[in-house]
T-cell receptor, first 112, second 114 residues
Framework: GDSVTQMEGPVTLSEEAFLTINCTYTATGYPSLFWYVQYPGEGLQLLLKATKADDKGSNKGFEATYRKETTSFHLEKGSVQVSDSAVYFCALSAGNTGKLIFGQGTTLQVKP | DVKVTQSSRYLVKRTGEKVFLECVQDMDHENMFWYRQDPGLGLRLIYFSYDVKMKEKGDIPEGYSVSREKKERFSLILESASTNQTSMYLC?????????????FGSGTQLSVL
């Protein structure tokens, strides 16, 4: 079945460091891909998405490119801030069902 | 902005109790979902609903049921709570645009079953 695998965390970085969180997926068909973020004490919120191969999603300085050939959707940011500390979830849409399948989440901690 | 409201932030129940988790959304969304979130496992889908009075099983429906009597409200029911149902429960909603979903999440209910 469809699945999403993320790199294990926690990831600890200093402020202004470069961030990469790896995400790979297995799916039949051509899913849409998403990154969601969960700040402490809150629910998840959509960070960015890409709906077809080679699309790049971007928001708040974060970027991810839909790579069909490597089945990947890695999240990147050039310079992280303390306020980016959160849990990041990669997800894919499961066919035409309306459901999302999530990875296990990666905790990011940014230190001043 | 869409608001998804979950009735309780923290809940403590005893083994064997019947537990109701309530979720209300205010943007006339067709789709509603219940996930549970556990460390190292991410989010796992319990049940979802595309319309009033309809429901579909997700990946881990055992021990749970749901009710959707009105479009804005989606309830998760634990018929007889067990300790392995201690978890964070997240409700979400979305428009009916399948394949391009933006889910709106509530803040979650942390349920402890003793």
């Amino acid at each position: 079945g469809d699945s999403v695998t993320q790199m294990e965390g926690p990831v600890t970085l200093s402020e202004e460091a470069f961030l990469t969180i790896n995400c790979t997926y297995t799916a039949t068909g051509y899913p849409s891909l998403f990154w969601y973020v969960q700040y402490p004490g809150e629910g998840l919120q959509l960070l960015l998405k890409a709906t077809k191969a080679d699309d790049k999603g971007s928001n708040k300085g974060f970027e991810a490119t839909y790579r069909k050939e490597t089945t990947s959707f890695h999240l990147e940011k050039g310079s992280v801030q303390v306020s980016d500390s959160a849990v990041y979830f990669c997800a894919l849409s499961a066919g035409n069902t309306g459901k999302l399948i999530f990875g296990q989440g990666t905790t990011l901690q940014v230190k001043p | 902005d869409v608001k998804v409201t979950q009735s309780s932030r923290y809940l403590v129940k005893r083994t064997g109790e019947k537990v109701f988790l309530e979720c209300v959304q205010d943007m006339d969304h067709e789709n509603m979902f219940w996930y549970r979130q556990d460390p190292g496992l991410g989010l796992r889908l319990i049940y979802f609903s595309y319309d009033v009075k309809m429901k579909e099983k997700g990946d881990i429906p055992e021990g749970y049921s749901v009710s959707r009597e009105k479009k804005e409200r989606f309830s998760l029911i634990l018929e007889s709570a067990s300790t392995n149902q201690t978890s964070m429960y997240l409700c979400a909603s979305s428009l009916g645009d399948r394949g391009n979903e933006k889910l709106f999440f509530g803040s979650g209910t942390q349920l402890s079953v003793l």
